[in-house]
């Protein structure tokens, strides 16, 4: 029986260089997540964000199997779904039944390398809900560089891939190249899959992806507004489920998503209360 013992060392925990690692990550993520969070609502692709996650596990039971790090099977199969989803999926009706034929055979696979491998066994836990205390300092790196990637492309970006996200049919007839918008899109949503399943991993992404920007889109109806608010909800999900978790013994992904799944309900219950 596990008994949930205050700590009263905690603010050595927090001090310690793997939890120093972690909220650095979590910087990383929160940004990448709550840009992409709310252009993932507005394509209505919420469904695709959830399943690129669990498109990216048979690259990360295959890369441990080959003896390669699960980040660069999960990016390489996150980035190769996104791409195929985008491309059989023009339009959002399009892009579910495309996005549940990948999510579905991509399952099956990531389970059939798992039991190639009892090593490849042994990660799904981690890989499932993730574990953000043993985040490197090279992947620290990776995830700055990834960040500082995604913002220079959304600044190339913005206005056709905005314009696209809030009226594709407009857009398309003003002549917004609305099917590279879509590939642009989920292949950057596929970097954010790829850096944030460390946090919580693949079954839990949809509340760091997306659960902060529905959040935001209560509160504000400004999209530069609405980015910024669902970025400092996931990171102040990430960083008070990191503090939690060191006070207490429970799993940080399990307090970040609790945290990050509050707000939402606090939101949506404001919102009833003011109509």
């Not at 840009?35 to 399943?51: D, L």
């Not at 530069?224 to 960083?239: E, G, K, N, P």
Request: hydrophobic share 60%; proline share 4%.
């Amino acid at each position: 029986m596990i008994r949930f013992a205050f700590d009263p060392a905690w603010t050595e925990t927090i001090s310690a260089p793997f939890m120093v690692n972690a909220f650095a990550a979590g910087v990383c993520i929160a940004l990448a997540a709550g840009v992409m969070g709310y252009f993932t609502i507005a394509r209505h692709s919420t469904f695709a964000a959830h399943a690129l996650a669990h498109i990216g596990l048979p690259g990360a039971t295959g890369a441990v199997l080959l003896g390669l790090p699960v980040s660069a099977g999960l990016g390489a199969f996150a980035l190769g779904g996104a791409l195929v989803i985008g491309a059989l999926g023009k339009r959002a009706s399009q892009r579910e039944i495309a996005t549940g034929t990948v999510l579905a055979f991509a399952t099956g696979m990531g389970l059939f390398f798992a039991r190639l491998s009892s090593q490849a066994s042994a990660q799904m836990q981690s890989i499932l809900f993730g574990s953000i205390i043993t985040i490197t300092d090279g992947q620290i790196r990776g995830f700055m560089v990834f960040d500082a990637v995604l913002l220079a492309v959304l600044a190339v970006v913005y206005r056709p891939l905005l314009f696209s996200s809030l009226d594709e049919q407009v857009a398309r007839a003003k002549g917004v190249p609305v099917g590279a918008m879509n590939l642009v899109f989920m292949a950057m949503m596929a970097g954010v899959i790829t850096i944030a399943v460390p946090a919580v991993g693949t079954l839990l992404i949809f509340a760091l992806v997306i659960t902060p920007a529905a959040t935001a889109n209560i509160v504000t109806a400004s999209p530069f507004a609405a980015m910024a608010t669902a970025t400092l909800i996931c990171l102040a999900s990430i960083w008070g489920g990191l503090v939690l978790a060191a006070m207490f013994p429970v799993p940080p992904s399990f307090v970040i998503v609790t945290i990050s799944t509050l707000f939402w309900a606090v939101a949506k219950a404001i919102e009833a209360l003011r109509r």
